[in-house]
């Protein structure tokens, strides 16, 4: 079965600074991978997705996540954190050819942001 | 174009009664999930319907069911609620990602703003 790791529970940085939220993931084929942001009170919105060819890919909000299939990772990276950028942050996988189109989901990372 | 829409917001039940918390989408999407999320646990999907017509039990179906009214709705019944179901309950939608040569991936995910259930 997939299945997809955030180590850090909570991370603090400070307002332009760098991050990185880590996401380790276990699946048995080339998988689909995703970040969405989930801001309080919120749904979830679509940071980025990997679904093939270049292993970094760009989101919005000044965000990218490289896929490196060597370590089963696709961590995200912002070079500098805005105030905005609070919020909870979840890692998926996805099933590959499934007319469901589901997807696993990571526990989360809290991210605060110091001014 | 609302994307997807929940109702109610919020709810509070006493245990044992029921309810329906709905679910419906405007993306013409084929595939549509509940998932709840409670603190620490990340969202855990409950059911969802890869077409109109088809139903299955994702990861904590017990003491739910689901309906797939038609493409556009999705709703999620509890028919005699327990604490143990307070949590906030996300609806999502998906298209899928379409593979080179037939059928579809998982694709990007739309979820509604949530229903916050307490059951006492």
């Known amino acids: 079965a997939q299945s997809v790791t955030q180590p850090d529970i909570h991370i603090t940085v400070s307002e332009g600074a760098s991050l990185e939220l880590r996401c380790n993931y276990s699946?048995?084929?080339?998988?689909?991978l995703f970040w969405y942001v989930q801001s309080p009170g919120q749904g979830l919105q679509l940071l980025l997705k990997?679904?093939?060819?270049?292993?970094l890919v760009q989101g919005i909000k000044g965000f990218e996540a490289e896929f490196k299939r060597s370590q089963s990772s696709f961590n995200l990276r912002k070079p500098s954190v805005h105030w905005s950028d609070a919020a909870e942050y979840f890692c998926?996988?996805?099933?590959?050819?499934?007319?469901?189109?589901?997807?696993?989901f990571g526990d989360g990372t809290t991210l605060t942001v110091k001014p | 174009n609302a994307g997807v829409t929940q109702t109610p917001k919020f709810q509070v039940l006493k245990t044992g009664q029921s309810m329906t918390l709905q679910c419906a989408q405007d993306?013409?999407?084929?595939?549509m999930y509940w998932y709840r999320q409670d603190p620490g646990m990340g969202l855990r999907l409950i059911y969802y319907?890869?077409?109109?017509?088809?139903?299955d039990k994702g990861e904590v179906p017990n003491g739910y069911n689901v309906s797939r009214l038609n493409k556009r709705e999705f709703s999620l019944r509890l028919e005699s609620a327990a604490p143990s179901q307070t949590s906030v309950y996300f609806c999502?939608?998906?298209?899928?990602?379409?593979?080179?040569?037939?059928?579809?991936?998982?694709?990007?995910?739309?979820f509604g703003p949530g229903t916050r259930l307490t059951v006492l």
């Open positions: 319907s890869a077409s109109e017509g088809t139903t």
């Open positions: 990997y679904f093939s060819g270049d292993t």
């Open positions: 993306m013409n999407h084929n595939s």
């Open positions: 998926a996988v996805g099933f590959f050819n499934t007319n469901a189109g589901k997807s696993t």
């Open positions: 999502a939608s998906s298209e899928g990602h379409r593979l080179p040569h037939s059928g579809r991936g998982a694709g990007e995910q739309f």
């Open positions: 699946y048995g084929a080339t998988p689909y």
